[in-house]
C-alpha cells in the first residue's frame, strides 16, 4: 500500500478539533453570500466538493437547498453524516476522491471552499484534474464558487506571521513556512496538529498558491465563460472586496 499524503494523515480523526479550527468559523456569513449568489433558487442542486464535517451543506441544506456532500476523508464524512442525523437533514455524504468523481453533468451549482482538495494535491496536473472533475460534473448552464490560495500573498507578506496572527483563536493547528518556491509557487511547511484522541500529528506539506491569471486561464479551458475573482474575507464573502496581495486567500465566482 503506497505512503499517504500528508492530507490524508492530516484529516484522520480530525473531525471535533477540525470543527474549532479558526478557518471554519464563517460558515453562516459564507452561506448568506452563496444564498445570493444563487439568487435563493432552491431548486439548483448542489455538489460540495472536500466538504469536511459538512458545515456549509449542512446550513445550505437547513435553508432548502439539495446538497451532496463530497471528502475523501472516512471520519470527516462520518462527522458530518452524525451532524446532519441529529438536525434531522437528509444530506448524502459519499467519499470520492475529488480527482475521479462519478458525476456526469448532474449539479447546477458546486462548491469547493477552504482549500477543498484543489490547491493540496501534489502535482498541478492532478490539481487541474480536481478541476476537471468539478467540471464534467456541472451541467452545460452552471455556476463555481471556490476558494483557494492567493499566489500574491507570499509575494508580499510572511506566511508564518498570517498563521501566527490567526492562532491566537481557538484551534490546534500550527504551521512553520520553511520555504516559498517562486519556480512552482508552492508553500513547504511542517504542519502539527493533535487530532481528537489526543495523537500528535507532525506532517511535511506542500500546498501551491495561484496567480489570478493562472486560475482564469485553467478555468477557461473547461469552458467557463465568466470568471471573477475577488478577495475571501473569512465568513463575510463579498463582490466588494477587490483581490489585494494582502488577501490570503481568493474567492472564485466562475460559471458557463
Known amino acids: 500500500m503506497s505512503k499517504k499524503q500528508w492530507y490524508e494523515s492530516l484529516f484522520e480523526n480530525y473531525a471535533d478539533s477540525y470543527d474549532n479550527e479558526v478557518f471554519t468559523q464563517g460558515t453562516m456569513g459564507e452561506c448568506d453570500f452563496i444564498e445570493k449568489e444563487l439568487q435563493y433558487n432552491k431548486a439548483l442542486k448542489i455538489i460540495d466538493v472536500g466538504c469536511g464535517t459538512g458545515r456549509h451543506a449542512i446550513e445550505l441544506s437547513k435553508r432548502g437547498y439539495t446538497v451532496t456532500g463530497i471528502d475523501l476523508s472516512a471520519s470527516q464524512l462520518a462527522k458530518a453524516r452524525e451532524k446532519a442525523k441529529q438536525q434531522d437533514l437528509q444530506i448524502d455524504f459519499l467519499q470520492h476522491d475529488a480527482r475521479n468523481l462519478p458525476f456526469k453533468q448532474q449539479f447546477d451549482v458546486a462548491l469547493m471552499l477552504c ?76 504542519t502539527k496538529v493533535t487530532d481528537d484522541k489526543g495523537v500528535e500529528k507532525e506532517l511535511e506539506c506542500n500546498e501551491r498558491y495561484y496567480v489570478p491569471t493562472e486560475i482564469t486561464w485553467l478555468l477557461k479551458t473547461l469552458d467557463f465563460t465568466k470568471i471573477e475573482i475577488f478577495g475571501a474575507t473569512l465568513g463575510a464573502f463579498s463582490r466588494e472586496d477587490q483581490l489585494q496581495t494582502k488577501d490570503f486567500e481568493m474567492l472564485v465566482l466562475a460559471e458557463r
Open 115 to 190: 482549500e477543498g482538495g484543489f490547491p493540496l494535491m501534489e502535482t498541478d496536473e492532478m490539481n487541474y484534474e480536481i478541476l476537471k472533475n468539478i467540471s464534467q460534473a456541472l451541467k452545460a448552464k452552471a455556476k463555481f464558487i471556490f476558494t483557494t490560495l492567493n499566489g500574491l500573498f507570499p509575494l508580499f507578506h510572511s506566511i508564518n506571521q498570517f498563521h501566527e496572527e490567526g492562532s491566537t483563536m481557538e484551534g490546534n493547528a500550527s504551521y512553520d513556512s520553511k520555504h516559498f518556491d517562486l519556480m512552482t509557487f508552492r508553500d513547504y511547511n511542517i
